[in-house]
């Protein structure tokens, strides 16, 4: 996840970004290498200077781009100076490696200045045992808030909501609640929205800034807040919460609990992660890699892409068992042999593009039992029509390379026969996967490639076989 939270530490300006990034969005070499020799010489001043005005994402990209030792030795010579939001825009496998050769202590003390959005992001991959130890050294409101976050699901509302936030009675009147404002020190940052609560804590509704600054000081609050529509549940996926945001263009959104109390408020910054990390995720799984990142071990990398691999495998050996049907007709037209590849591939893609379509239109909720059979009928008829496309001008090519009319045809049909075959392949494997319950962006590859495969050869390699038998 790359947070985007807007800190006064964190906010670099223009010309110090276009020090640091070339025109590509890259780390300057220049800039690396002086950075990588202030920590030879174990310059903290010049760090300090350098890198304690970066932006947090900033800090992240740096961070990435040092090698282990630099970055163990950056942070610290950095100490207390190390802005540890900056672990929320680099790749797990870093942050891990940072925060593993930091005491618990250290940790701990980091964790107090970061908001609980923050601090949750970094606390859950860790151990349990240094989790508890770290909480153990926190005070006890904030041990018991970021406890209470952790426990709740992971990829759930309640791991990326932020505990620090505004509530008010409804009693109050406008004037009591902008003098709380300014007073209380213990207030969040930024916030868009003030939430109405009971003595129990039950979410009575909100109030946007902008209403407060335009009513008098006199009104009550009960008299100008509205009814908080869409409230989170904390046990919620991240991915619906999400979602929630993009169809009601919401800033900002309350979370409950099971009993409806506020326990904290969602923002849209977290929301563009989450977005972003779901997408990220769809894409690797659609192609075998999980959750794979560039930090990874070879090792690791090699863990995470062999299993699918070998379900490819398995796969493949289903398609060659219906080649070795074959043998016989192969044997008497070498071209066959030629041509085979072009239709398994051609129906592989035409498969992948349906699946892909599918797959994100599952994801994103836009295909459903309502109008799953019209997007069916739709895919059906594009892949009849590319097949007509694609027939006639690989009968062609087929039919002057060979100098077989006759085998044109052939192959035009087997074509026409794969594409309508990779179209409902394309489309059914995801909504059967998701109907199961299981994660279409995982398996869909795999399988489609499978049915686009064996119906290609089976068609292509009867038709051929049916061809040379009445020849």
Do not use: C
């Not at 699901?153 to 505004?166: D, L």
């Not at 409806?260 to 972003?276: A, F, H, K, S, Y």
């Not at 892949?383 to 496309?389: C, E, P, T, W």
Request: hydrophobic share 50%; no cysteine; proline share 3%.
């Amino acid at each position: 996840m790359e947070n985007q939270h807007e800190t006064t530490q964190g906010a670099g300006s223009a010309d110090a970004k276009a020090d640091i990034y070339d025109d590509d969005g890259v780390i300057r070499a220049s800039f690396l290498a002086h950075i990588g020799a202030a920590i030879a010489d174990r310059d903290t001043i010049t760090l300090k200077r350098e890198v304690g005005g970066l932006h947090q994402s900033e800090l992240g990209d740096l961070l990435e781009a040092l090698i282990p030792e630099q970055r163990h030795a950056l942070v610290g010579l950095l100490g207390k100076d190390f802005d540890f939001s900056a672990l929320t825009e680099v790749d797990e496998a870093i942050r891990l490696d940072i925060v593993d050769n930091l005491p618990n202590d250290q940790i701990a003390e980091a964790v107090q200045e970061l908001d609980s959005d923050d601090a949750v992001y970094i606390l859950e991959d860790l151990d349990q045992e240094d989790q508890d130890e770290i909480l153990a050294k926190l005070p006890f409101t904030e041990r018991v808030r970021l406890r209470r976050s952790l426990d709740y699901p992971e990829e759930s509302a309640g791991r990326r909501m932020q505990t620090e936030f505004v509530a008010v009675p409804p009693f109050w009147t406008v004037g009591q609640t902008i003098d709380y404002m300014r007073e209380d020190q213990d207030l969040p940052d930024s916030f868009t929205q003030i939430f109405v609560i009971d003595p129990t804590f039950k979410l009575l509704g909100a109030v946007d800034l902008d209403q407060i600054l335009r009513t008098k000081r006199a009104v009550k609050i009960g008299d100008i807040m509205h009814e908080t529509r869409h409230a989170i549940p904390a046990t919620m996926d991240q991915e619906e919460a999400a979602r929630e945001f993009e169809q009601y263009d919401l800033l900002s959104a309350a979370v409950v609990d099971e009993n409806e109390r506020l326990v904290g408020v969602l923002t849209i910054d977290d929301v563009v992660d989450v977005i972003q990390q779901e997408a990220e995720e769809d894409l690797l799984r659609m192609g075998g890699v999980g959750d794979e990142e560039l930090s990874d071990t070879v090792f690791a990398t090699s863990r995470s892409r062999a299993p699918w691999l070998l379900v490819n495998l398995a796969t493949a050996f289903v398609s060659a068992t219906v080649i070795s049907q074959f043998g016989a007709t192969i044997e008497q037209m070498v071209a066959l042999a030629a041509l085979m590849p072009i239709v398994a591939s051609l129906g592989g893609n035409a498969g992948t593009q349906t699946m892909t379509v599918t797959v994100r239109a599952l994801a994103t909720k836009d295909l459903d039992i309502y109008n799953a059979g019209r997007v069916i009928r739709r895919e059906v008829m594009v892949g009849f029509l590319n097949g007509i496309l694609i027939a006639a001008v690989i009968g062609a090519i087929a039919a002057a390379w060979f100098q077989n009319v006759d085998l044109g045809y052939v192959i035009a049909a087997a074509m026409v026969v794969n594409m309508l075959a990779a179209a409902l392949a394309g489309i059914l494997i995801p909504l059967l996967l998701d109907r199961a319950g299981a994660d279409p962006a995982i398996a869909s590859s795999v399988f489609t490639t499978m049915i686009t495969d064996v119906i290609g050869f089976l068609a292509f390699l009867s038709l051929a076989s049916w061809w040379l038998h009445l020849g």
